[in-house]
């Protein structure tokens, strides 16, 4: 069995959450040393221009195993996980945001089944929420959508409160806005023993949400990009190929039914007209382009496919405390 520096990682994603990062890593060092957990906790600064960083770089020398990471700009909290996650030394992973709506009660509990229930990931569910019905209705509809189409049955997709296996973690390709995503991300990654549990939801004691209306929309567009990207990621001509195939087809369709009535006028000793008088014409010359398109389409997706092998990279500034 690997040795782990630590028994936890805290990833901490945060954007302009001064007030509450003092009291949240307090609480954390309570809760941890009371149930003997080695821990760190990795503070990921997306661009803050509010005095988060200097609040960090003081709390390191406080607490020893505080690291922080700092991006130039905001990249976003996908960005932020993504770099916590490759930072991370603990045998367990959890996610956690900075502005004290997520207890770290819930620590020795989200330990607990990953160690002793055997779970590759456990994500949080917020069954009573202290947000507005303008909220809890479309996170709702989002997470209904969400489970329909991933497959996956689990209340709350977008609590950022989980725990993951360190495996798990450093195992998924959390980009663009897909941190909505990760159990799907992880079970499209072969890590399919996902779990659930029931974490207190607490009012937010500092600032404002830095999440608006819109977000739903893009969460919705994202599930549908990503529930496309898990069937024919690897294999995109089978999805192109295939409406492709049945454009050509439709082609082949149109062009016989526009011979039959020829040959049909003909036979009745009418005038056949002109080719571009058919509407059947246009709809065979119309399918036939679209099923071109789809399989030059498709043929370029599996070159690039066999050929994307870059990394994301992130404008980072400063670190405190790196592990390298």
């Known amino acids: 069995m690997t040795k782990h520096p630590f028994d936890v990682s805290l990833v901490i994603p945060l954007f302009n959450e001064a007030e509450s990062l003092s009291e949240l890593t307090a609480w954390i060092d309570r809760v941890c040393k009371a149930e003997s957990l080695s821990y760190e906790v990795l503070f990921i600064n997306d661009g803050s221009t509010d005095a988060s960083w200097e609040i960090i770089a003081g709390l390191a020398k406080t607490f020893p195993t505080v690291r922080g990471t700092r991006f130039r700009r905001n990249h976003g909290k996908s960005a932020a996980l993504h770099v916590g996650f490759q930072q991370a030394q603990g045998e367990i992973v959890i996610t956690m945001d900075a502005d004290l709506q997520d207890s770290p ?33 479309p996170t709702k509809l989002f997470n209904w959508a969400a489970r329909k189409m991933s ?17 798990v973690a450093q195992a998924v390709e959390v980009q663009g806005e897909m ?10 990654a072969g890590y399919s023993k996902i779990g659930e549990q029931v974490v207190q939801h607490q009012a937010r004691k500092y600032g404002s949400t830095k999440f608006g209306m819109n977000r739903f929309v893009n969460g919705l567009l994202d599930l549908v990009t990503l529930s496309m990207v898990s069937r024919f990621q690897r294999r995109p001509m089978h999805f192109f190929g295939t409406w ?39 709809i ?23 050929q994307s092998s870059k990394k994301v990279k992130y404008s980072i500034g400063e670190h405190i405390n790196s592990a390298s």
């Not at 005038?271 to 571009?276: D, E, I, N, S």
């Not at 065979?284 to 099923?291: A, E, H, S, V």
């Open 105 to 137: 009660e819930e620590i020795p509990g989200l330990v607990k089944g990953i160690r002793e229930d055997g779970y590759d990931l456990i994500s949080g569910w917020k069954k009573k929420r202290y947000d507005p019905l303008s909220k809890t209705l």
């Open 151 to 167: 497959g996956i049955y689990l209340h709350d997709f977008n609590c950022g409160l989980k725990a993951y296996r360190l495996e």
């Open 179 to 188: 941190h909505r995503y990760v159990p799907v991300l992880a079970k499209m």
């Open 244 to 282: 492709g195939v049945m454009m050509f087809l439709a082609s082949g369709l149109a062009l016989a039914t526009m011979g039959g009535l020829k040959l049909y006028r003909l036979a009745q000793g009418m005038r056949p007209g002109l080719v571009t008088e058919d509407p059947w014409f246009f």
């Open 284 to 306: 065979f010359l119309t399918t036939m382009i679209l099923g071109t398109q789809l399989f030059v389409t498709g043929l370029l997706a599996e070159l690039m496919v066999r």
